[in-house]
C-alpha cells in the first residue's frame, strides 16, 4: 500500500517537503502505528500540535458532535464555541486582551503584524511600521510572516518583492539599538523552536518588555509553538513574567484542527472591516480547541506536565552527558527541548536512526535535535521512547 501511496503523493502533491515516506494508520496518545502493525513512539507530536494526545477520544467525540450538528456558519454571525474559547483563552492567559481567530500560525502573526501597524498610525508622531525580530526567529510562510523571519536564507529572491520594515536584531541586546520613531512593534519567540530550541533569558526579556513600554513600542510573543502549556504554563510569557501588548498561538491548541489566534491588549485598534477570515474561529475549530484546552487545564491541575516535564529533563541531560561524543548540550525548557547535536549530519543520523527504532524526534536549526511530546505522554512511553532512543544512539 505505502508504495502505490508514495506514488500518488509523488505524481500529485507538490515536493516543497522532504518526506519520510511511511503509512501511519493508527494513533494513541504519543504512540503511532504504521500499515504493518510496528509501533512509534511520538516526540513530535506533529510539530507540537496534538498537545493531548493522538486519537484522544474526548476530542475525537466533541468534535464528531459538533460536525453532525453544524461546522461552519460565517464570522457574520454569533459563534457560540467561539465566544467562549476567547473567553477560556483569556482567563488562562491572566492578560486583559481579546482575541481574532485565524487558522495557523503565520496567519495569527500576520493580523499581530496589522494590528501593530495600525496602532502604530493612531500613537506616532509620524506613522509608525517597522517590526524588529531577532535573528533566527520563525514566523511563518506567508510573503509577511516570511520577511519577519529572522533567516536571511529564506527571503528567496524569486519570492520578492517583499512588503518593507522588517528588522532583524542579532540578539535581545541589540534590539533597543535598533528602535527609532518610526518602529511598532518588536516580535520574538521566547523560546525560538525552529531556529534551534534557544530560550531567551528572562532578566533581558523583561528589561526588554519595561523599556519598549516607556517607548510606546509593542511587544508582541509568538507563543505560535510555545503557547498551550507546552513550557509547562500556559503561556511562556506567564513564565517570563511579562506583560505583553499582543500573542499569537496556533499548534498546540487545537488537537489538530487548523486554528490561529492573535490577541491583544489594545481592544480597540482594529474596527470592523479592517481583518477578516472566512473559516477562522469557526464551530469546528474552535469547539474541538475548548475541548482540548479544558482537557489541558486539567492536566496542568493534577500535575501531569511538571511530572513529565522532570522525567524528560533528566533522560535528556543524561544523554548529552552520555553521548559527548554526539552532543553539546540541552536546551529549551518544558517540554519543548532541544540535544545540540555537534554538527548537521549529527543531527539527521540522530533523527533517522532514532526513527529505525521507532521513536519519532525533529531537528530544529542547523544541528539540534528537537523533542516536542504531546504533553500528555504516559511515563511508560516517555521510558519505552527513551529507552529506543537511547538504543539508536549507541549505533551511531
Ligand atoms: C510553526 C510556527 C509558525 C507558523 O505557523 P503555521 O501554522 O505553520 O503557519 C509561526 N511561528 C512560530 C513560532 C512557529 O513555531
Known sequence: MTKELEQLD??????????????????????????????YIDFTSGIGVVSAGHGNKRVGKKIAEQVGNITHISNLFL??????????????????MRCFFANSGAEANEGAIKIARKYGELNGE???YKIITLVNSFHGRTISSLKATGQPDMHQTYFGPYPDGFIYAKDLDEVLSLVDDKTAG?????????????????????????????????????????????????LA?????????????????????????????????LSPGDHGSTFGGNYLSTAASLEVLEILEEEYKKDTFSKNIEIFDTYLKGFAEKFD???????GNGLIRGLGGKSAETQQKVITEAFNEGVLVLKAGKNR???????????????EGMKRFEKALTTI
Not at 238 to 267: C, F, Q, R, S, W
Not at 325 to 331: E, I, M, V, Y
Open 237 to 269: 510569557s506567564n513564565a517570563y513574567e511579562i506583560d505583553p501588548d499582543i500573542i499569537t498561538l496556533a499548534k498546540g491548541i487545537g488537537g489538530g484542527v487548523p486554528i490561529g489566534v492573535v490577541m491583544t491588549k489594545h481592544k480597540d485598534v
Open 126 to 128: 509620524q506613522k509608525k
Open 325 to 331: 561524543n554526539l552532543f553539546d548540550g540541552t536546551s
Open 10 to 39: 509523488k505524481e500529485y502533491v507538490l515536493p516543497t517537503y522532504g518526506r519520510n515516506y511511511v503509512n501511519f494508520v493508527k494513533g494513541d496518545n504519543a504512540t503511532l502505528f504504521d500499515e504493518n502493525g510496528k509501533d
Open 369 to 383: 535535535v528537537r523533542f516536542l511530546p504531546p504533553l500528555t505522554i504516559t511515563e511508560e512511553e516517555i521510558k
Open 186 to 234: 518588536v516580535m520574538i519567540e521566547l523560546i525560538q523552536g525552529e531556529g534551534g530550541v534557544t530560550a531567551l533569558d528572562k532578566d533581558k526579556v523583561q528589561k526588554l518588555a519595561e523599556e519598549l513600554k516607556k517607548r510606546d513600542v509593542l511587544l508582541i510573543i509568538d507563543e505560535v509553538q510555545t503557547g498551550g502549556y507546552r513550557t509547562g504554563e500556559f
Open 79 to 96: 459563534i457560540e464555541p467561539q465566544a467562549k474559547l476567547a473567553e477560556k483563552i483569556v482567563k488562562l492567559s491572566g492578560y486583559d
